[in-house]
């Protein structure tokens, strides 16, 4: 019998479809390969069993009884634990939130459930999404499934390593400087940042508001466009939503397979390669570059000078942001309360005693950081600064995109470090996210496209990813890019990336 975990979303479901296989026995396989794995990989902080068969029966019933179904229904599912979901536990990666039980689902789970899609469970991530390797999370570090000793990239690491793991053909990320990006790259796994207020916001356990984003965390260009199709489009609960229907991402993955980029202009950003960048990771992306040329596109080389500084700015407008929206975990709401253990329980005590408590190093530099940020005497001197090098950064991509219909760079500079190699560096955690934060900055969608294995710095050959960025609303034109990329890829290995990965267990 066909394993079932190791399907495309796209071709399960069309096994679905058929009544060749049921939702039950693909939510089983799922679950029972997340029993015998996720003890190693760890991409899971709660696993939904009961919930999941339960959708899954649902779904088997409604399909056998003729009714009309969505493309997806009983196609499994993973969800980012900073993503709310009613009656399920999320913690945000957090101890201050530890037990949480929302009352309520983010928009995007409600659309999720609406179409019939199991949710197996929540996966882990660092600490309010703040981090690179997923090092950061309260509840321990998830495993690159590449290699165990190695990071999946941060701060969606859990749903990268879920999905790479074969323990979900699918799963939810945020993107809020690379965080689905750059854990596809070194996971191996597809990974998009829609436009900014493509796909809704509401629901999401904030960290910095201007710059968080949902998206597809998946196997495969064309299930990424049909997930951010089911969870994309205008939602009137969140004020930052795009109030115009998703362009035509799905038709575009699907022309885009066909290999045909004539008249496409690539263009190369000059800031995003060069120092820093490893030999191996370098080499991939001009073999990618190569590629996309025989399939008709015209590369270009571009500068975006401001994009110097889009690593200094960004460090100081998530801070800063992050640190009012965390300003409700006080103890005296929800969450983790913890009381002070001598002298008046006050409620600058409680909150004292609770933030101490239930934050990590990672938020809690983030968040002094952030406020200090935003103090009287400093704001002009940094926020406002930071903010007015957002702009130039957007006058950037608008001069680029002028010249090129995509712009092009490595995602990340490296490949997956090991454990512990930069979690006492911060600035040098923190350059991990180099390709990607100009995206967040800007609001235009990007994707991670897996684009083979470059060697690391100690011999061992891991996942490199290729990044592609369009303008703002003009998501499918990454699918389009993305998908010739995948398919000359594909066609050269004889197989998809993630089949050459190490079997686990």
């Known amino acids: 019998m066909t394993d079932l975990t190791r399907l495309s979303a796209a071709r399960l479901a069309e096994l679905l479809a058929a009544g060749e296989a049921s939702s039950v026995e693909a939510t089983r396989a799922h679950l029972d390969r997340i029993a015998a794995v996720d003890g190693d990989v760890h991409a899971y902080l709660h696993v939904s069993d009961e919930v999941a068969l339960a959708t899954a029966a649902d779904v088997d019933a409604r399909r056998a009884a003729g009714e009309e179904l969505h493309p997806l229904a009983g196609v499994p599912i993973a969800v980012k634990d900073v993503v709310v979901t009613k009656g399920t536990p999320s913690t945000a990666g957090s101890k201050i939130l530890e037990g949480w039980i929302p009352p309520y689902d983010a928009t995007l789970v409600e659309k999720i459930r609406a179409a019939g899609l199991p949710i197996l469970g929540k996966t882990n991530m660092d ?10 999370s309260a509840y321990g570090n998830t495993h690159n499934p590449w290699d165990l000793e190695r990071i999946p990239g941060g701060s969606g690491g859990g749903s990268a390593a879920a999905v790479a793991a074969f323990e979900a053909p699918l799963a939810i990320g945020t993107d809020t400087g690379g965080s689905i990006r750059q854990p596809g790259a070194v996971t191996g796994t597809v990974g998009v940042k829609p436009t900014y207020g493509g796909v809704s916001r509401y629901g999401l356990i904030a960290m910095a508001s201007s710059l968080d984003q949902a998206g597809p965390v998946t196997r495969t260009v064309l299930d990424s466009a049909l997930l951010h199709e089911l969870i994309g489009g205008h939602d009137p609960r969140d004020s930052t939503s795009i109030p115009e229907p998703l362009p035509p991402i799905v038709a575009a993955a699907r022309e885009g397979a066909l290999g045909d980029l004539s008249g496409l ?3 190369v950003v000059t800031q995003l390669q060069g120092e820093g960048y490893q030999a191996g990771v370098l ?3 001009h073999e990618s570059l190569e590629l996309l040329t025989k399939a008709g596109a015209e590369i270009v080389e571009v500068s975006c000078p401001s994009f ?5 700015a960004y460090y100081l407008i998530m801070p800063s942001e992050a640190s009012s929206n965390l300003a409700k975990f006080d103890g005296m709401r929800f969450g983790l309360r913890v009381e002070p253990e001598e002298g008046p329980v006050t409620a600058e005590r409680v909150m004292a005693a609770t933030r101490g408590a239930g934050f990590g190093d990672e938020v809690k530099r983030r968040v002094i950081l952030g406020t200090y940020a935003l103090s009287a005497g400093y704001y002009d001197a940094y926020y406002g600064s930071a903010q007015k090098v957002r702009t130039l950064i957007q006058r950037d ?5 002028a010249a090129a219909d995509v712009l092009v760079s490595p995602t990340a500079p490296t490949t997956a470090f090991r454990f512990g190699e930069k979690l006492d560096d911060p ?11 100009p995206a967040n900055l800007a609001g235009v969608p990007g994707i991670s496209v897996p684009n083979g294995l470059a060697t690391s710095d100690d011999g061992a050959a891991l996942p490199t990813g290729f990044q592609i ?3 703002a609303k003009a998501d499918d034109r990454l699918y389009r890019v993305g998908a010739a990329l995948e398919s000359a890829l594909e066609s050269s290995w004889g197989a998809p990336l993630l089949a050459r990965a190490p079997e686990l267990g």
Do not use: K, Q
């Open 265 to 267: 202009r690539v263009g």
């Open 469 to 471: 960025l369009a303008p």
């Open 283 to 285: 080499a991939r992306f």
């Open 397 to 401: 991509f608008d001069a680029a995109f």
């Open 308 to 312: 110097e500084y889009a690593l200094a």
């Open 127 to 136: 600490e309010f999404a703040m981090g690179s390797s997923t090092e950061h």
């Open 427 to 437: 600035l040098a955690m923190y350059l991990n996210d180099v390709a990607t934060i």
